[in-house]
């Protein structure tokens, strides 16, 4: 993995002729034009704001998009976000892209999906494997205001997003594809299908292919748009359904080769879990954490940092860091070394899923009846409640990050634990906002690689980091409870090693299902550890919170909470560390600032 990451990235699809703009020329970084986003969709709060909570929570109501933010971020260029720079838009690194689409995700998260992210999941699969035709009329298409969406290939015992596929057979001229999906995200008002179709028989490799179906090459009496679908939660999204019927495409409508589309999902999947988790997921919970805040600054008692509150929002906010951490290090891992990700992008969006679904649930408690309340100040916690878990969902959820998770079981057994510096992942992943990155689609991989490579990288930084942390003992008693606790992960990490090696050694594989998704569940928590613990060593690169990332008490007391999920005997930290984080926390709550690794200004 070194290597890629040293060598950098190449452009991430070949140059060809740009697309002439529509929107605004949003000039700067990722975080420059997160900002700009930011300032625009204004204060949350602000009862006349027209993008404020009171309008996206009507619209929510209503089952509706909200009209008037959708025209802006139209005006702003969203989509030219989603277009890569060598096409016309401004598309370079996925953690830049993150970070513009969190002020979104912060407000509305059905909002980021719809108006937004979904256009990307379906023209990564164009950019990965299209050719020029393909990649040039899809940038043009977003770019000039039209809407892209995707419809994935059936999944066994899937939910009804997932239900449902289209089959294709040769014809003269192309092919001929049939099939009904009943929940697909803007099939009413897309111009363009990115599909998943059937080509062949059976559940192998070459059972699909991907097919551009652009609307304008299809004969209207072929394609029929279904009514929109009652979702419970993200109910300003547009679901409804698409049914081809005998519909014929023209052959150049293939993306890739023919058979290549189970290969095609595994390799932009990557890209999609790492956006849900470092956008929607990383942001919706941001939101949901300033509205216990809130509620607690309220209260009769008002901001008391002692007692269970505190200490449930110091938990939430170290989970929230810590799996920020975890996210980071996965998008800046797909700028850089792409080939690695396959893994790491699948622990990312298992991991990140779980742990901020159990936070919400402890943030509801906080907030007690506020948490029901429909109201524009706290009515968007019970949205993110119903909205959250729909986005977590993504591509089949928590069974689909398994799937490519267990197999990798194998390979962790047979790999060096001894973190030799040459095997650590290096520095430039956990520095959040660490430089211009540019994500290279073309090597996107669907096999995982070395075991001691990507993935692996950042439990070998595991080891690494708990061996310097060794050296800092002498800073005080937090520093030196933060490196017992390295060191009792860094033995987790050996006994893991060991688990898969008993595990893989039985003859009876198959039978081992159970034992092996709990040992996925102990990988994904070691891997977001691991984070912590790098982020806290490399914060004085390029944040703009190195006093709190740099500290020990936010790595403290995250590695306290990991340690009791995987069942490790670890002592409650040292006096002080709640009360201090609750601190921080309401310190940037005042002061207007996220509460992820960038602590960015809000509105």
Request: aromatic fraction near 6%; include cysteine.
């Given at each position: 993995m070194n290597d890629s990451l040293t060598a950098g990235a190449d452009a991430s699809v070949a140059a060809g002729p740009p697309a002439a703009p529509r929107t605004l020329q949003v000039s700067g970084d990722g975080s420059a034009r997160a900002q700009y986003i930011e300032d625009l969709l204004g204060d949350p709060f602000a009862a006349?704001?027209?993008?404020?909570?009171?309008?996206?929570?009507?619209?929510?109501?209503?089952?509706?998009?909200?009209?008037?933010?959708?025209?802006?971020?139209?005006?702003?260029?969203?989509?030219?976000?989603?277009?890569?720079?060598?096409?016309?838009?401004?598309?370079?690194?996925?953690?830049?892209?993150?970070?513009?689409?969190?002020?979104?995700?912060?407000?509305?998260?059905?909002?980021?999906?719809?108006?937004?992210?979904?256009?990307?999941?379906?023209?990564?699969?164009?950019?990965?494997?299209?050719?020029?035709?393909?990649?040039?009329?899809?940038?043009?298409?977003?770019?000039?205001?039209?809407?892209?969406?995707?419809?994935?290939?059936?999944?066994?015992?899937?939910?009804?997003?997932?239900?449902?596929?289209?089959?294709?057979?040769?014809?003269?001229?192309?092919?001929?594809?049939?099939?009904?999906?009943?929940?697909?995200?803007?099939?009413?008002?897309?111009?363009?299908?990115?599909?998943?179709?059937?080509?062949?028989?059976?559940?192998?490799?070459?059972?699909?292919?991907?097919?551009?179906?652009?609307?304008?090459?299809?004969?209207?009496?072929?394609?029929?748009?279904?009514?929109?679908?009652?979702?419970?939660?993200?109910?300003?999204?547009?679901?409804?359904?698409?049914?081809?019927?005998?519909?014929?495409?023209?052959?150049?409508?293939?993306?890739?080769?023919?058979?290549?589309?189970?290969?095609?999902?595994?390799?932009?999947?990557?890209?999609?879990?790492?956006?849900?988790s470092g956008g929607a997921l990383v942001g919706g919970m941001d939101s949901a954490l300033r509205y216990a805040v809130r509620a607690v600054s309220e209260s009769r008692r008002g901001l008391v940092l002692r007692g269970r509150r505190g200490r449930v929002l110091a938990g939430v906010f170290a989970d929230l860091l810590a799996c920020d951490s975890l996210a980071v290090a996965g998008l800046r891992l797909l700028d850089m070394a792409p080939e690695h990700a396959l893994v790491p992008s699948a622990a990312v969006k298992y991991a990140v899923s779980a742990l901020l679904h159990e936070d919400l649930d402890e943030l509801a408690a906080v907030l007690g009846a506020r948490g029901y309340d429909r109201g524009p100040t706290y009515g968007g916690f019970q949205k993110l409640v119903r909205d959250l878990p729909v986005a977590g969902l993504g591509h089949a959820g928590t069974a689909d990050t398994q799937v490519v998770l267990v197999p990798h079981l194998r390979t962790l057994a047979q790999a060096t634990w001894r973190g030799e510096a040459g095997h650590e992942a290096p520095a430039a992943l956990f520095t959040p906002g660490g430089g211009d990155t540019t994500l290279d689609f073309r090597r996107l991989d669907a096999e995982p690689r070395d075991p001691q490579s990507g993935c692996d990288g950042l439990l070998a930084a595991l080891l690494g980091a708990a061996a310097r942390l060794d050296g800092k003992r002498e800073r005080g008693p937090r520093w030196a409870a933060l490196a017992d606790l390295a060191r009792a992960f860094a033995a987790e990490v050996h006994s893991l090693a060991e688990r898969c090696a008993t595990l893989t050694r039985r003859p009876a594989a198959g039978a081992l299902a159970p034992a092996a998704y709990v040992l996925v569940d102990r990988y994904c928590l070691l891997l977001a550890a691991a984070s912590c613990l790098a982020v806290c060593e490399n914060a004085a690169h390029g944040t703009s919170d190195r006093g709190l990332l740099a500290e020990p008490d936010w790595a403290l007391l995250a590695l306290t909470r990991f340690g009791r999920r995987l069942g490790l005997e670890v002592p409650d930290p040292p006096d002080g560390i709640t009360q201090d984080l609750a601190a921080q926390l309401v310190d940037r709550y005042r002061r207007g600032r996220s509460f992820d690794l960038y602590g960015m200004r809000l509105a």
């Open positions: 006349d704001n027209p993008h404020g909570q009171r309008a996206l929570l009507a619209a929510d109501e209503r089952r509706e998009v909200p009209e008037a933010t959708e025209e802006l971020l139209d005006r702003f260029g969203l989509a030219a976000e989603f277009v890569p720079k060598t096409l016309g838009g401004r598309l370079t690194g996925v953690e830049g892209l993150a970070q513009v689409l969190r002020p979104v995700f912060r407000r509305d998260v059905a909002l980021g999906f719809g108006a937004g992210m979904t256009a990307l999941f379906a023209a990564s699969v164009v950019w990965t494997a299209g050719d020029e035709r393909q990649r040039r009329d899809t940038a043009l298409r977003l770019l000039d205001g039209g809407r892209t969406t995707i419809l994935h290939r059936e999944f066994a015992h899937a939910n009804a997003i997932l239900r449902g596929e289209y089959t294709a057979r040769p014809a003269p001229g192309g092919y001929v594809v049939d099939g009904r999906k009943d929940v697909v995200i803007n099939a009413d008002r897309a111009d363009a299908f990115v599909a998943y179709v059937r080509t062949a028989p059976g559940d192998g490799p070459d059972s699909h292919s991907v097919f551009l179906l652009e609307t304008g090459r299809l004969p209207a009496h072929a394609v029929h748009r279904l009514p929109r679908a009652r979702t419970h939660g993200m109910r300003g999204a547009h679901y409804a359904g698409l049914e081809l019927d005998q519909c014929p495409v023209p052959a150049d409508a293939l993306v890739g080769r023919l058979g290549e589309g189970v290969s095609l999902s595994l390799r932009t999947f990557q890209v999609s879990r790492a956006l849900v």
